[in-house]
């Protein structure tokens, strides 16, 4: 009866053109109320339908079912299809809703619908958080449709503090030999239709877009650096941001802040701890530490310093900051710095160095390698180094002393200039320069060797004092030079045992010595570092060895690493959770490379109020060292494409 009516119906809107596109229709339909994707096994559809007479039937067809609406409120009529009637699974594509109304009078008004059954595409991309793109690696990404749907256009925009790229290719003038696929690929500028490549000396957050004329898919991925200098070769890459390393192991916490050691032999990892994440809480890019003879020591993102010892995760203190560590001995301040303490790893025991309540100047220490530690305050002039031994006393404000186990160098702050002194093993006072910055971290100290930083009259210039006593200008450059310092390893990286000096100007990073030009290895990005007989670079996830004249590789690792061998590799994608945003830099701002100063407030009470999703270990990994897309979608796919899903979705290797 229904069909008939229908056919009835249909035949008289076709002689009278009473349909619902006619000029004066007797039947008017609204547009169909039914959601656009078809993810379940029930449609609702809800229309609007009037006529000058009476409305006495309206139906809706589907794929072949007919289902009869029924009158609901304000003139709409209500129904919902039921897909098990279909006896088969409804394919992916577009699909035709239709709706027919007929009055009294048997006049017809009719309205359609295309909805979807659709899975929206995959996207792949060659990158993950942390990663760095080398010379040699570039930058790709592809959509996957769900057939019948075909990619039209995918996007990536790279977004960084010094500025954004974005890379873009639609289908109509990069057809892709596979298809419905669509690839993204960073080639070098040229032509009418060239890409740049990314510029280097950037940390980027990237936003990948696709679409298929349907529906459009959006991951976000970061933070990803590019730094191609040709000096830097890789060595090897760590499970997430390198925050230490040594001959053996790296430090590192990955993307979902989760802390651990990983083994350079053999990559086994041993899981320390998931830092805390949420409102009130430090970012991630807050999370510092050093590796140590038994493992590691560290700052949480809440405030606790916490240290792993043989296999035990241990608290050394809540509501503080940690300021220096080497070998067994860390040394840390409450947040209010007005208590300084050292603390034995081995033994959990720590011991006062320094108290004056209420005082807000900055502690600075350093802990030679025997263990005796120097340190400085505003509160006095002099620099106090093991049994309360004093060296200096200078007007202004005493910054970080630095020790190699020979000399200790001080700098004293006046507000505009900063004056450098080097004190020798026999008690000797050496003035080495003045400068024209407050910051902290302008002195290096390593075998006898001391670099320091030396006004020119307009910008400061890197100088180097050998064992012997001679001074060497090292740079000379129109733009104030400054050292490549980090947390923890302030004064200590930037020293070669036969004298090369590390140094940063201008967005570059040097290596310079008496005698000859400066020569650049790479951007600014990461950290420097001497390490056993060469010059290394961290950055992100990677570690670099640095080419300079006269250094040989002792750090090559076991598996080493090379970029053109993931560089078409694709990832799958990420979800929400695994999503990092570029890491911002924390500092106190009364001091210049003082540590992260926490708010103030209740101070935390408790080993587990920063548990975070504690994760046991995996996995011995310590060594002795000195210091230190929807589930739809992806159905369809496996369905239409699955051998090219099998390569486009591995996993892409790990050193």
């Known amino acids: 009866m229904q069909a008939y009516r229908r056919h009835v119906g249909t035949a008289i809107a076709l002689v009278l053109s009473l349909s619902a596109e006619a000029a004066h229709a007797a039947v008017t339909v609204g547009s169909i109320e039914a959601d656009t994707f078809i993810e379940s096994e029930t449609i609702p559809v809800r229309v609007a339908a009037s006529s000058p007479d009476d409305i006495y039937y309206v139906e809706a067809e589907f ?44 006049d017809v008004g009719s309205t359609q619908r295309t909805l979807h059954r659709y899975a929206p595409p995959t996207l792949g991309w060659n990158v993950l958080p942390n ?46 030999p596979v298809p419905g696929l669509l690839y993204l690929k960073e080639w070098q500028s040229g032509g009418a239709y060239g890409i740049p490549l990314l510029p280097s000396g950037r940390t980027y957050t990237v936003t990948i877009e696709a679409s298929d004329g349907v529906g459009t898919v959006t991951r976000t991925v970061g933070p990803i650096h590019v730094d191609r200098s040709p000096r830097l070769t890789v060595v090897q890459r760590a499970p997430g941001a390198i925050l230490d390393f040594d001959a053996t192991r790296f430090l590192f916490l990955d993307h979902r802040g989760r802390l651990g050691i990983s083994d350079r032999a053999t990559q086994a990892v041993t899981w320390i701890q998931t830092m805390p994440q949420g409102e009130g809480i430090a970012p991630l890019s807050a999370v510092y530490g050093a590796l140590t003879p038994s493992g590691a020591v560290y700052q949480t993102t809440n405030g606790y310093i916490r240290s792993w010892v043989n296999g035990t995760r241990n608290a050394v203190a809540g509501a503080a900051r940690l300021d220096a560590v080497n070998g067994d001995t860390a040394v840390w301040t409450t947040n209010s710095d007005d208590w300084a303490l050292a603390h034995t790893l081995s033994t959990g025991t720590n011991r006062t160095l320094w108290s004056s309540a209420g005082s807000r100047s900055p502690f600075q220490a350093d802990i030679a390698a025997s263990g005796g530690i120097y340190f400085g305050t505003y509160e006095r002039g002099w620099i106090v180094g093991p049994g309360g031994a004093l060296l200096g006393d200078h007007e202004g404000n005493l910054q970080r002393p630095i020790t190699d186990g020979t000399n200790v160098v001080g700098r004293w702050w006046d507000g505009r200039t900063s004056s450098s002194y080097l004190y020798t093993a026999d008690g000797e006072e050496v003035f080495l320069g003045d400068s024209i910055t407050g910051s902290s971290a302008g002195l290096l100290a390593h075998a006898g060797h001391a670099g320091f930083l030396k006004t020119d009259g307009a910008v400061n210039q890197v100088w180097l004092r050998t064992p012997d006593g001679e001074q060497h200008q090292i740079s000379d450059f129109a733009t104030s030079s400054q050292f490549d310092q980090t947390k923890l390893r302030v004064g200590h990286d930037g020293l070669s045992d036969t004298g090369e000096v590390l140094f940063l100007n201008d967005g570059d990073r040097y290596i310079g010595r008496p005698g000859g030009a400066p020569e650049r290895i790479s951007t600014d990005l990461g950290h420097g570092r001497w390490v056993d007989g060469s010059w290394y670079v961290t950055i992100g ?106 390569l486009a979705r591995r996993s892409r290797p790990r050193s």
């Open 131 to 176: 990663d760095t793109l080398t010379a040699g690696w570039r930058f790709g990404a592809k959509c996957i449709p769900t057939p019948p749907y075909e990619c039209e256009s995918i996007v990536a925009h790279f977004s960084s503090a010094d500025g954004s790229v974005t890379l873009s290719n639609d289908r109509w003038w990069s057809p892709s």
């Open 541 to 646: 996830n990677t570690l670099f060895q640095a080419a300079s004249a006269g250094a040989s590789a002792r750090l090559a690792a076991t598996a080493a690493f090379a970029p053109e061998d993931r560089a078409e590799v694709l990832s799958t994608s990420f979800t929400g959770d695994e999503l990092l945003d570029v890491p911002v830099s924390v500092r106190d701002l009364h001091e210049p490379d003082a540590l992260p100063v926490l708010a103030d407030g209740a101070e935390l009470t408790g080993d587990d109020a920063d548990t975070g999703g504690d994760l046991a270990p995996a996995a011995a990994g310590c060594s002795a060292s000195g210091p230190a897309g929807s589930p739809g979608g992806a159905a369809a796919l496996a369905a239409a494409l699955s051998g090219l899903l099998a």
């Open 63 to 106: 794929e072949g079912l007919i289902i009869e609406l029924t009158p609901a409120e304000d003139g709409y009529f209500e129904g919902s299809f039921d897909l098990g009637e279909l006896g088969g699974e409804l394919p992916y594509g577009p699909h035709v809703l239709t709706v027919d109304a007929y009055s009294t009078f048997g």
